[in-house]
């Protein structure tokens, strides 16, 4: 932070107050200049800034999953993907929330596909029936699943070793501080079950009230990729 510049009858609150603004107002021109990240090139795929083990891990059938993903310029979307961990059972279904302090709120998105999890491993494509536009800021990348034998890839349910276990919040300290899957958060979901529908957009217009969850599975890793 740049020293405070003074002023004859300036007072100490009011300069350091007017230090305050200059430096909140350089840190929001240094963001809004890219230089927090280094950008997105159109064409090309991205995902979250997690920190975590990866591994497969079936999911539970008609159940909402979301988790946080800091997009960091605005852009527009060209589709999302999933990758299949192991041939299984199933559809699976994405999405995108908004970010409502701390947990998702209204639908942005809905994927027009179901993929279908009973194929050779591969990567799962997702398209929209509109591309979406983002704004910078946080966004939530949601996924259903038809049914509980459905094994995307996955970030580990392990909360110590993963950052997505910090980006929810743990119920207690001991979550942030002590190894082990039974000491905090890996994963977020609608509280309310929700019936997969295949062929049809389902999901709800707003989140609903959210859950946390521990032990496996953890979250499907979700990429996203440029207009």
Known sequence: MSAPIYKPGATTASVTAASAAAAAASTAATAAAGLAHPGLVTGRWYGPQLGSQVTNAAMAANVLYAYPILVPTSCTLAGLAMRIGTQSVGTGKLGIYANASGVPGTL???ATQ?????????TLD???SANPALSAGWHWFASCFSAATAT?????????ISTLGNLLGHPSSIGVLASGTSN???RLFRTAALTYVAATAFFPASFGAVSYGVNTPGMPIIAYQLV
């Open 108 to 110: 942005v998105a809905e």
């Open 114 to 122: 179901d993929g279908d999890f009973n194929v050779a491993v591969t």
């Open 126 to 128: 997702y398209t929209f």
């Open 152 to 160: 995307p890839v996955t970030y580990s349910s392990a909360p110590a």
């Open 184 to 186: 905090g958060a890996s």
